[in-house]
């Protein structure tokens, strides 16, 4: 494990001019997605009209980038064909490959579209080696993007074991480490975060602030945290809410909102052998997305090249302002 392989650096982009912005500082690759329930981030004012998506991929390919369509959400039953179209015109206007979590368009998209790249995306949960041969050998795929649960040891077993490329998150969002399998936002307000692409939809938050300015945050009719003023306070999901749990108050009793930084841990990312460097952030301002991107476009030269990069502003990025490197150095849990 002395090698060191230059990884391509994947970035995020929930908007035309964010895809702008992540190509011009410094992406290879920017994901992105159509509007609608296709992809799992379908937020009011964002993603892309399929007009926007042909602009944009002629605009990255002008630059050296690749675009990859994201159509990473569950299709229901009586709903396929609005991902299946999804497939085909991501296919039409020349994106460099496609993310797919769903079983069923990994095979429509394997058996209408061959020859084209398909990225397992990360919501389909694969992380084993056995898993994912299943996908390569069934749907040629010819990535697969790694749920958050795998140390960098484990990362490079699975990738001396299977016949794909690898794409690790770095930084963002770690959810809930049960890519793909989450229902909490489903229960409270009928959106589901894997079939809809919604996590806490934008119409259901409300805040309520008390004569002492606490923000209390609601989730349609439910409670899900009370901010203290001068605190950091992430968008409001019910997995990084505090509860009152028996004799325990205003406890994080999910996971604390907290940021997935993995800028330290890269030199390893990189030595074994992970193809694509993946950060989180589609619903973020350009300005996030400038700043990430510049900053992880220079460590990862920097560590190339032989040198340690300072990267510590960061750390102001980060939900809560607070930063951890999650099950990749290793596993600890509540």
Not at 28 to 53: I, K
Not at 178 to 183: L, V
């Amino acid at each position: 494990m002395t090698q060191l392989f230059k990884p391509e650096l994947v970035c995020p982009a929930g908007t035309p001019a964010g895809l702008r912005t992540a190509v011009d500082a410094g992406a290879d690759t920017v994901y992105c997605g159509f509007q609608g329930p296709t992809n799992a981030r379908n937020f009011p004012g964002l993603n892309f009209s399929v007009a926007e998506m042909a602009d944009s991929v002629d605009y990255a390919h002008e630059r050296g980038a690749k675009v990859l369509a994201a159509v990473n959400s569950f299709p229901t039953a009586g709903r396929t064909e609005i991902w299946k179209k999804a497939i085909d015109d991501a296919i039409r206007i020349d994106v460099d490959a496609v993310i797919i979590a769903d079983i069923g368009m990994a095979q429509y998209m394997s058996k209408t579209h061959p020859g084209h790249r398909i990225h397992l995306s990360v919501q389909a949960g694969a992380s084993s080696p056995e898993a994912i041969n299943f996908y390569c050998r069934r749907f040629d795929i010819k990535r697969v993007v790694l749920p958050r649960i795998l140390t960098v040891q484990e990362i490079k077993k699975v990738h001396d074991e299977i016949g794909c490329e690898i794409e690790a998150f770095i930084f963002g969002n770690i959810g809930m480490m049960a890519e793909g399998r989450c229902a909490l936002t489903n229960y409270v307000t009928g959106q589901s975060t894997n079939m809809d692409g919604v996590c806490s939809p934008a119409s259901h938050v409300h805040y309520e602030e008390d004569e002492d300015r606490n923000l209390k945050t609601r989730l349609g009719e439910f409670a899900i945290d009370c901010i203290g003023c001068g605190e950091h306070a992430g968008y409001p999901t019910i997995c990084k809410g505090r509860y009152n749990v028996g004799h325990r108050r205003e406890y994080y009793a999910f996971e604390e909102p907290v940021s997935l930084n993995l800028t330290h841990l890269l030199p390893d990312l990189m030595r074994a052998g992970v193809t694509a460097l993946k950060i989180e952030g589609r619903q973020r301002s350009r300005a996030y997305v400038r700043s990430v991107v510049s900053a992880f476009r220079q460590a990862v030269d920097c560590y190339f090249d032989g040198g340690e990069p300072d990267l510590g502003h960061l750390l102001a990025l980060t939900e809560g302002h607070r930063e951890t490197q999650g099950a990749f150095r290793s596993k600890t849990w509540r």
